[in-house]
């Protein structure tokens, strides 16, 4: 090596050598196992989340019982000219009216504009 530049020291302190007999302390050891392990949980955590919320809308489609046109598609309320049709909203993925009142699932409300 040169050892030519800015300054001699810097090229001790670049040296592959140099940078072996430093290594990884403990604690960045530390510190790197932590995070990983939080990491790890919360993939974990996430995974579950997402299973019960599978688990969830299993059951929704297995007790839809109503037509999702006259009645809620999943209490099969009926709904009337007058009353609960105001509380009617139409699901964006299945196009089905389902009641807000009852079911409390997230739909647009096309008379009132709003979610």
Partial sequence: MLKSGWSVRTANARSPTNAKKNGITDSEKKH????????????????QRIGRMIDRLEKLKARATGNGITQCYLCSTDFGL????????????CRRYVCQKNCGVDGYDYVRREN
């Fill in 82 to 93: 007058l009353g609960p049709r105001s509380y009617a909203a139409m699901c964006l993925q």
């Fill in 32 to 47: 790197i196992t932590d995070v990983l392990a939080r990491a790890e949980e919360r993939r974990l955590r996430e995974q």
